[in-house]
């Protein structure tokens, strides 16, 4: 009799884990597959609210750079990001690293952006997550 219910409880173990397993794989495959036009419109955002930031407030006050930082927004999503203006820099994410050369991942997705505004010349050089690591940490975190 024990034995009958031992293995009825190990049967209903196995199969939550495996449903929690592939509800995982489900949430990670939805994210990549949707981190390609997220990135885009992330970027897009990004560089329009740029323009206005520009057009209304002087580059380098402080009411310039708190909207800034408000435009750019998580910075979880960004593997790099650097934004200068006439060739100097005036925001850099993370501070220590640079864009590698060798950037081949599929999980990363890279974007330059030039533009002029009020004789300004404005790039953004950025990598993006395709898949968020907030997103994999919180669909294990479920998991288990």
Known sequence: MKKKHL?????????????????????????KNKGKLRTQVRIDRLSGN??????????????FYNKL??????????????ISVNGNTIYIYPSSTYPTENSNSNLVQSYNKAFN????????????????????????????
């Open 7 to 31: 293995l009825i409880y190990s049967i209903i173990i196995c199969v939550v884990y495996i449903t929690a397993i592939i509800i995982f794989a489900a949430n990670i495959a939805t994210e």
């Open 69 to 82: 930082n408000e435009d750019i927004g998580e910075l979880s999503d960004f593997k790099y990001i650097n």
């Open 117 to 144: 505004i009020n004789n300004n010349s404005i790039t953004i050089e950025s990598e993006l997550f395709l898949l968020r690591p907030s997103t994999i940490y919180k669909s294990l975190r479920t998991l288990f």
């Open 50 to 63: 740029l323009k206005r930031n520009i057009e209304k407030n002087p580059v380098g006050s402080n009411q």
